[in-house]
């Protein structure tokens, strides 16, 4: 049981390339999210989807697309990236079900763009 | 909006009591959770409130008051190790949405 894996940890991309974060959970949790994290700052949701084939958008979607063809994977893509989209990238799945409630987190990608 | 508010820092020594408290927005809301970062690492789980009241897990204890739109997130006992930041989220949307205040940092001395 890996609970949630996040791919790459680090990464660097010059302004206007593209790329996509991996993310999996091998818990069968229905609900997945992207969020991203600035110095000092909280996390800020991207996306995020509640079962297979279906996503929506969070509070900071622009410049990000998402699928969820499975309910083990969850990727996010950058589709030109730019400065502004420098920070921490945490994927997260979740279980909730009336009072009882399950999160957990990757360990984040780094991204860097220059 | 779905925003929350929390204050940003607290400071306690050791074995003292601390509470850092929330606020948030009541359209669509469902439940709320809190979570603990340490420097550079991810978020982890702390506690949830899905009704009003008081859940109690080990150290920290978690309340929520659906009326006041207010919770708040209890450490007891208070250790070293738990200096880190501490951060309320509210779940939207029957749990599909989590979204995160800015976050309290606590600074544990001795």
């Known amino acids: 049981n890996a609970g949630v894996t996040q791919t790459p940890k680090f990464q660097v991309l010059k302004t206007g390339q593209s790329m996509t974060l991996q993310c999996a959970q091998d818990m069968n949790h229905e609900y997945m999210s992207w969020y991203r994290q600035d110095p000092g700052m909280g996390l800020r949701l991207i996306h995020y989807?509640?079962?297979?084939?279906?996503?929506d958008q969070g509070e900071v979607p622009n410049g990000y697309n998402v699928s969820r063809s499975t309910t083990e994977d969850f990727p996010l893509r950058l589709l030109s990236a730019a400065p502004s989209q420098t920070s921490v990238y945490f994927c997260?799945?979740?279980?909730?079900?009336?009072?009882?409630?399950?999160?957990?987190f990757g360990p984040g990608t780094r991204l860097t763009v220059t | 909006g779905q925003s929350l508010e929390q204050p940003s820092e607290v400071t306690a020594v050791e074995g003292a009591i601390v509470q850092i408290n929330c606020t948030y927005q009541?359209?669509?809301?469902?439940?709320l959770s809190w979570y603990q970062q340490h420097d550079g690492g991810a978020p982890t789980f702390l506690s949830y409130n899905a009704l009003d009241g008081l859940e109690e897990t080990g150290r920290f204890s978690s309340f929520l008051s659906r009326s006041d739109s207010y919770g708040y997130l209890l450490l007891q006992e208070l250790q070293m190790k738990d200096s880190a930041s501490y951060f309320c989220a509210a779940i939207y949307n029957q749990g599909g949405k989590l979204i995160f205040g800015q976050g309290t940092e606590l600074s544990v001395k001795p």
């Open positions: 009541t359209s669509g809301f469902y439940g």
């Open positions: 997260a799945s979740t279980q909730l079900q009336g009072n009882s409630y399950e999160q957990y």
């Open positions: 989807s509640v079962g297979a084939g279906i996503t």
